[in-house]
T-cell receptor
């Protein structure tokens, strides 16, 4: 069964304290790994798509990386406005275009 | 440009009543998806449309749930004889089928069944 696991469930950082969020996956065939940000009361906001091991993408203070078993979302020198839930999702070869989501990591950045 | 819009933003209904949730995708997006997000659960796939056809309905939890899409644009998710366990945020997403497959989400409809 295709599965996505995110860790930690919650993370509290001081402003400027860099860290990483983990997304591990077990799928029949990966056709893309997606990172989203979700603020309270809003829909998920697309951040990155990664397709193959070794691929990296960056946007402002965020960098996403992919290996054959997991993805990391690195947050460099975070600011309070980076506080949100970060969701990881995969699209698999057997699942048309649907996304399978992890439970998310709730990030709180304090000044 | 305009993003995905959903209506209503909030819906409170009594157990046993039917509800309709609406989604307007981004203009030109041929693929449309419905997901459900419950407290303590991740986003759960419900149904996928390509144009007006639904090749993947595997996530619909019971025959009380149905969805349609007309004109390759607006979609309606209908829940008949609502139950308390149907309470959740229902999210719609759309994508350009041939471009990266990234899905763009609407703000969701919060459904509360009392």
């Amino acid at each position: 069964e295709d599965q996505v696991t995110q860790s930690p469930e919650a993370l509290r950082l001081q402003e400027g304290e860099s860290s990483s969020l983990n997304c591990s996956y077990t799928v029949s065939g990966l056709r893309g790994l997606f990172w989203y940000r979700q603020d309270p009361g809003k829909g998920p906001e697309f951040l990155f798509t990664l397709y193959s091991a070794g691929e990296e993408k960056e946007k402002e203070r965020l960098k996403a990386t992919l290996t054959k078993k997991e993805s990391f979302l690195h947050i460099t020198a975070p600011k309070p406005e980076d506080s949100a839930t970060y969701l990881c999702a995969v699209r698999t070869s057997g699942g048309y275009n649907k996304l399978i989501f992890g439970a998310g990591t709730r990030l709180a950045v304090h000044p | 440009g305009a993003g995905v819009s959903q209506s209503p933003s909030n819906k409170v209904t009594e157990k046993g009543k039917d509800v309709e949730l609406r989604c307007d995708p981004i203009s030109g997006h041929t693929a449309l998806y419905w997901y459900r997000q419950s407290l303590g659960q991740g986003l759960e796939f419900l149904i996928y449309f390509q144009g007006n056809s639904a090749p993947d309905k595997s996530g619909l939890p019971s025959d009380r749930f149905s969805a349609e899409r007309t004109g390759g644009s607006v979609s309606t998710l209908t829940i008949q004889r609502t139950q308390q366990e149907d309470s959740a945020v229902y999210l719609c997403a759309s994508s350009l089928a041939l471009r990266g497959h990234e899905q763009y989400f609407g703000p969701g409809t919060r459904l509360t069944v009392t």
